[in-house]
């Protein structure tokens, strides 16, 4: 037999309902906040990454899925929505349109990681992204859109942290800073952050290595070194956080796994589901489009993890709308019948009734019982006096009530 590869899942047809009602509340979500859904390839380029996400990430440098196709091109199954969605947004000079841009995706992505619970290599992210607004108006809207989304999913008990890294200028004093209180305390860090010490000193701050972590207790602070622009903007995104009636706690270690962001960095945590407790990230990242060689554009977004939100809500007991049955079911009592059964499922589907019959050659009563266990709410069985009188009973399987009906009215009486 071969397995499934290690770190993903399949969704079978007994789950797949969970998944709608994600993507339904996701779409739905998006639809109240004007947000038009964007496709973009599950690979692309592997330079898009590296230049995206950033060389001094642990997703380039370590978890990558990175191939070689037949025509020596490389090529990358993306980790991520952002930087494709930049991609296409300077690609398609999306700039030149009616600003902002708002986008959201619902996407596989793929990171070579180690398993755990609400840790896979493949997995799922819904996620935003707001091209064009520059203000905090825009961070606050992209954070309320996250809460709203969980909200509507009825999850509740997670906590929004956020934090401000600041814009490229005060970055640089802070970065000076950090090194500053760094440079003593190397000795007593990992190979990995005595790495990114000189490259990328912010994102020692989110190494999980106890030492490490030690370390970075008593560092300079970001908040403390930002100019006055980002101060003004992070206040502002605070005051409207609050205006929307959202609770935060600022955590001035959140710093982000990903190169690409600049002032407003956020997450939403959930101490239900293990060590894997983020299921939303996201903030401002006003360099990138740049970066990739577009116009320099204010971009501000976030990615939630479906499957780790599908684990919260299964551990916190959070219900899923009952996955439907079909409408009807038509029993067939002998050949002549289940010919008939045949072609009125087929009738009902054609005017839009969710209509199944048997295939297995069960026997009546065994239809009955697999009626039941599909969860259809109506059952009409034929045999030859129905097919005579051309009257049958529809059964309803809630209250066991039946009711007579001609057999040409059927399809009119399920059409609602
Ligand atoms: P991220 O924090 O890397 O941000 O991922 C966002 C979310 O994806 C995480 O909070 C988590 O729920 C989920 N996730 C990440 N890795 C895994 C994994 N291996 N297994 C299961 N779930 C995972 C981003 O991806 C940014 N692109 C978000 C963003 C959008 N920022 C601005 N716009």
Known sequence: MINIPKGTKDVLPQDAYKWHYLEDTAREVARLYNIREIRTPVFEHTELFLRGVGDTTDIVNKEMYTFKDKGDRSITLKPEGTAGAARSFIENGMAAGLLPVKMYYIIPAFRYER?????????????IEVYGAAGADADAEVISCAALFLDRLGIKGVKLNINSIGCKSCRADYNAALKNYLRPRLGEMCAT???????????????KEEGCKAVTRGAPRILDYLCGD???????????????????????????????????????????????????????????????????????????????????????????PADEGPEVFIAGMDERSRAAAFGLVGRLRKSGVSAECDHMGKSVKAQFKYADKIGAKYVIALGSNELECGECNIKCMADGSTRAVKLCDVCECFKS
Do not use: W
Not at 115 to 127: D, I, K, S, T, Y
Not at 250 to 277: H, M
């Open 230 to 320: 980002c101060a003004a903007h992070f206040g502002k995104v605070k005051e409207l956080l609050t205006e929307s009636g959202l609770e935060y706690t600022v955590d001035p270690d959140i710093v982000r796994g990903l190169d690409y962001y600049t002032k407003t960095v956020f997450e939403f945590v959930s101490d239900n589901i293990g060590a894997q407790g983020t299921v939303c990230g996201g903030g401002r990242y006003d360099g990138l489009i740049e970066e990739l060689g577009g116009n320099p554009t204010p971009a501000v977004g976030f990615a939630v993890g479906l499957e780790r939100l599908l684990l919260l809500m299964e551990n916190s007991g959070v219900p899923f």
């Open 115 to 127: 398993p755990q619970a609400g840790r896979l290599r493949e997995f799922h992210q819904f996620g």
């Open 193 to 207: 952050c005595r790495e990114r010490f000189e490259k990328n000193p912010l994102r020692i701050l989110d190494c």
